[in-house]
T-cell receptor, first 112, second 114 residues
Framework: NAGVTQTPKFQVLKTGQSMTLQCAQDMNHNSMYWYRQDPGMGLRLIYY???????DKGEVPNGYNVSRLNKREFSLRLESAAPSQTSVYFC???????????FGPGTRLTVT | AQSVTQLGSHVSVSEGALVLLRCNYS??????LFWYVQYPNQGLQLLLKYTSAATLVKGINGFEAEFKKSETSFHLTKPSAHMSDAAEYFCAVSPAGSARQLTFGSGTQLTVLP
């Protein structure tokens, strides 16, 4: 099993450009999450989807949008990238209520 | 509201020495508690979890953690460090029964010296 996969692995954007980060899981999990990781700040939740068809804001949603395309896929979109969005982005999935999240390998995004 | 504090952003130990990584939590409801490990350029991997069963929890790679309600702590230990344990470790908390609000600490970078 591939687990949680993310594309792309690396991306460089100019300020104002848009892009979509893709995430897919093959574990039949109901819940999916997007985090960003910045040095010294741990992981901060951007958006999550408790189940197919629902999405909710996390701690740091400003500047991002998400789409739960189906049970397997959960994408994160930056409409107008800013340097403050330079970070490593992780997607994760879990069974609803378990708390045990499975993480993808991450996308390293730089906005210049 | 819930939060996690990890004491010490960097910890160094000699190979074979005891590993102790500290985590204190704050939660208004009974929590679930987790330790995750992140190896360089990888995603996070679950080490162990406490979900209100036994207070001493054993995880992978010889790690264990003890839930102490009176001290609001969930410290991670391993009796003998190995070079392969060098990584960043994150403590996390969520309200019992919820997978939505997993709040992470800021992480502790563990260095193992030969």
């Amino acid at each position: 099993n591939a687990g949680v996969t993310q594309t792309p692995k690396f991306q460089v954007l100019k300020t104002g450009q848009s892009m979509t980060l893709q995430c897919a899981q093959d574990m039949n999990h109901n819940s999916m999450y997007w985090y960003r990781q910045d040095p010294g700040m741990g992981l901060r939740l951007i958006y999550y989807s408790a189940s197919e068809g629902t999405t909710d804001k996390g701690e740091v949603p400003n500047g991002y949008n998400v789409s739960r395309l189906n049970k397997r896929e959960f994408s994160l979109r930056l409409e107008s990238a800013a340097p403050s969005q330079t970070s490593v982005y992780f997607c994760a999935s879990s069974e609803l209520g378990s708390g045990e999240q499975y993480f993808g390998p991450g996308t390293r995004l730089t906005v210049t | 509201a819930q939060s996690v504090t990890q004491l010490g952003s960097h910890v160094s130990v000699s190979e074979g020495a005891l590993v102790l990584l500290r985590c204190n939590y704050s939660s208004s409801v009974p929590p679930y508690l987790f330790w995750y490990v992140q190896y360089p350029n990888q995603g996070l991997q679950l080490l162990l979890k406490y979900t209100s069963a036994a207070t001493l929890v054993k995880g992978i790679n010889g790690f264990e953690a003890e839930f102490k309600k009176s001290e609001t702590s969930f410290h991670l230990t391993k009796p003998s460090a190995h070079m392969s344990d060098a990584a960043e470790y994150f403590c996390a908390v969520s309200p019992a029964g919820s997978a939505r609000q997993l709040t992470f600490g800021s992480g502790t970078q563990l260095t193992v010296l030969p």
